[in-house]
């Protein structure tokens, strides 16, 4: 355990680093097993804490046993320094007419003057979550693209066509529903907005650069947001998944640094050419630049996608090979197509003794397999 931890009982692990930006530590939404706890005038009996193999950056789950002898899991937030951060009620009733397998079903919740001790915000869903996601997931494509971020991007596209919109996502918002890891649900919704009757949102300290806001899109801290913002999210996930040297306090404020001068501040490892191009397509500080979900869905049942045109594209690193048609958006794209197209040599070698060179340079020095 770091520095940075707390460990306010057996189970209860809190990453105070993250969280304290954010919120108010000093009291924490602790309880027991076997404490009976009444919301909203139903009793639940608390079986025991839930995913205690992850330090908490927003607050705790529960597994809860009701009157009815249903099972249901409780998310206490903490306490929250700005009551403007707290769950929105017009998002969750927005949310309780989604009938999506993607988004289980939320039976109460708590904002306002009815949160947890006049405290802590707090949603009790159906019992439908397995285990966190990303704190789960080890950094295999393949799993990826096969499993997992269709069905992350298709629940975030339900809630963006019910004009619903995530704003401040991050890791502990996804799930797997059961132990075979095949299905995936979204939870978490304490930042959540209706756009209609919420279109803009408070705007966020740009003063405070905080790992809690590592996930958080350049727009939202000025209270703009669209399904881009969400998506750009889940890039940055991804970026902490297959380059977590990102994710520390110092490299994220050089991060943000370069961000706002225009700049990708990200060294992409050629070897990691099948998932770049997504995570390169989703942070860009513009949100103009970065792809919409036709786009995404496209790339990742095809691998291809048509690079932005037009608009604010500066930093759009567009390439063409010499005498053709062929061009990349970025240089994971040109890493694929030269592991993917016969006779690629044709359009950038002369001879074949140039050929043999760079075939050997590509296998032994940048670690690229090509035909």
Known sequence: MNKNTIISSEFHEVDTETASAKYDLSELPILNAGEILTLSKQTYLVKGFRFHNNPATDGFYYALTGEDEKQYLLRLYFRLHKNSEELKSTSLFRLLGINNSAIPKIIDYGTGIKKYKYKFCYE?????????????????????????LVQIFDALNTLHENDLFLCTATPDSFFYADDSKS????????????????????????????????????????????????????????????????????????????????????????????????????????????????TIISWLS????????????????????????????????????????DDWYKFLLRNEQDSASFLDWLGEKAGIEVK
């Open 183 to 294: 299905k995936i649900i979204l939870s978490n919704f304490l930042g959540s907005t209706y756009r209609t009757k919420n279109p803009v949102l408070e705007k966020i300290d740009r003063s405070r650069v905080d790992l809690i806001d590592f996930f958080t899109a350049p727009e939202v801290f000025d209270g703009i947001f669209t399904a881009k913002s969400d998506f750009y999210s889940i890039g940055m996930m991804l970026l902490k998944l297959f380059y977590p040297q990102y994710y520390e306090k110092a490299a994220f404020k050089n991060f943000v640094k370069l961000r706002l001068s225009g700049n990708l501040p990200i060294e992409f490892d050629h070897k990691l050419w099948e998932i770049n191009p997504l995570i390169e397509n989703l942070i860009h500080q513009d949100s103009a630049v970065r792809w919409d979900y036709n």
């Open 302 to 341: 095809t691998g291809k996608a048509t690079p932005v045109q037009g608009g604010a594209v500066s930093n759009v690193k567009v390439f063409s090979l010499s005498d053709t048609d062929i061009s990349f958006a970025n240089f994971s794209d040109f890493v694929s197509y030269l592991e993917n197209e």
């Open 124 to 148: 009790i869903y159906e019992r439908s979550h397995y285990a966190l996601l990303f704190a789960n997931l080890i950094p295999d494509f393949s799993h990826l693209r096969n499993t997992v």
